[in-house]
């Protein structure tokens, strides 16, 4: 009875999981390679079901707001923060990357090969700035959640929503639909969580039987300087953040950890959002903050990616042998400003921001993304993960900013951290009309 009362917490049974996982995959590689589809099968299920609640998330937090005064707030500030914390990460990358020199002694080649050509291609085709912003307007109401674009199906619910606090008591009927839509959806989650640690066992399986251990020892500075960058990271700005709300950065590590060990087994932050955006809700954050602030953040707050971005550029300048002068590196921040941004959870979509920033600056050999090829799939779990961890530390300093998060209600869950399969009932609050 004790051992399946100790098996019992999700993430226990992920890492026991992904234990076995790397046994398979370095004992029997073909065999563990053949297991992908369990972990594609498990991120696809997911993405079905993250849309939806956004959506409603959103919708239903908003709408209990008494004024669009709040909703601006909200918005303002949570921009505010993600580009300052945002600038913080890419600033550390590149101090780190110019005093540690990672690629330095390398003198590789600058010849593109067909896989590098490949994502600058795909760089090409995004259009940059110009093209991200056109993606933000979906086709229609419903293509959205088709494609899963997190961003577009954000903007809609702030539409749906911001019409919902305007009307008021005046769509009594729409509002329980989208309530008890939400609770639908959460329990549907609770169904699908059970399976993953077979999702996080087939995801390593691949990784292990694919890349092996010689891959990951070739390019092991460079691995362990970005994982070391995006501790000190969390420990000190993450962990500074979260000392001025009055919270330690650890316990909020652990409050999410089941979520964190999700994301190591499956190499995407996606899995975890939707319940994180229950999770935080039941740790003491207002739901309108955290159904603005969470979704906004996979987007526009990705602290692990601009770590990586900037640290990556470095090691292609110093491996390459083309050093950087001080005014190139400040124009390098700049773009980075923008390309680090958007397309959280896209497989590949590190190398496409990597061929976008070289584009853009055009003083590195494209050659350069070559060398990094083989460890990408390391690297993002440290950007999944410090991206988490990041939006986490996000919402509870923007809610803490707006006075909307109760302490009290934080200390009794970190104590009791049950997580429902879907949200616990509500009385409706009182509304007023906004005008």
Known sequence: MKLVAAVRPLYVQVLIAIVLAVVVGLIWPEFGAGLKPLGDAFVSILKVLIGPIIFFTVVQGLAQISNLGKLGRVVVKAFVYFEVVSTLALVIGLVIGNVLAPGSGLHASHEVTSQVAGYQQTAQKSGGIVGFLQDLIPDTFFSAFADGEILQILILSLAFGVAALLLGKKVPTTMKLITEGQQLFFKMLGFVMRLAPFGAFGAMC?????????????????????????????????????????????????????????????????????????????????????????????SFNMDGTAIYMSLSVLFISHATDSPLSLGQQLALLAVLLFTSKGGAGVSGLGFVKLSATLQSVQTLPMGGLGLLIGVDRFMSEVRSLTNLVGNTVATIAIAKWEKSFDMAKFRSYYANPTLDEEPAEQEEPERVEAG
């Open 206 to 298: 691949y990784t292990v039987s694919t890349y092996g251990s010689a891959t990951l020892l070739s390019l092991f500075y460079f691995v362990l300087l970005v994982y070391a960058t995006a501790i000190v990271f969390v420990v000190v700005v993450l962990g500074a953040i979260s000392g001025f709300c009055g919270l330690s950065i650890f316990k909020i590590i652990r409050l999410i950890r089941d979520e964190l060990v999700l994301v190591l087994g499956t190499s995407s932050s996606e899995v975890a959002l939707p319940r994180l955006l229950a999770k935080l809700e039941r740790a003491g954050c207002e739901k309108s903050v955290v159904g603005l602030v969470i979704p906004a953040g996979y």
